[in-house]
Nanobody, 124 residues
Framework: QVQLVESGGGSVQAGGSLRLSCVGS????????KAWFRQAPGKEREMVAL???????RYADSVKGRFTISQGNGGNTLTLQMNNLKPEDTGMYFC??????????????????WGQGTQVNVSA
């Protein structure tokens, strides 16, 4: 069973940067799709950035050009570099891994292995 632990959240002013990390263990094989999601209070969890098993990336329109997803340490560490942060980026950030198919979260149903989350607060 995959276990994920996020770190790197914090409080910054608008325009600042943060780097989130997600250390994973328990992977079996290489065909995992990995992603960062975020959830603001009262809102549904939304995908921010996806790194598929082939190495392709996809970003939410709201973060394109500002956020970068990558992995290292033989695939055990997933990173989200966040630059030029905005107040609307505030939320709990989660990393997720799912074998074979991309992860998603819809109406509270979120298949895959999820971390516990790390909080990001961006002030104006």
């Amino acid at each position: 069973q995959v276990q994920l632990v996020e770190s790197g959240g914090g409080s910054v002013q608008a325009g600042g940067s943060l780097r989130l990390s997600c250390v994973g263990s328990g992977y079996t094989g290489n065909n995992y799709h990995k992603a960062w999601f975020r959830q603001a209070p009262g809102k549904e969890r939304e995908m921010v950035a996806l790194l598929d098993s082939g190495g392709s990336t996809r970003y939410a329109d709201s973060v394109k050009g500002r956020f970068t997803i990558s992995q290292g340490n033989g695939g055990n560490t997933l990173t989200l570099q966040m630059n030029n942060l905005k107040p609307e980026d505030t939320g709990m950030y989660f990393c997720v891994a799912r074998k074979g198919v991309p992860p998603y979260c819809r109406s509270g149903y979120c298949p895959g292995s999820w971390g516990q989350g790390t909080q990001v607060n961006v002030s104006a």
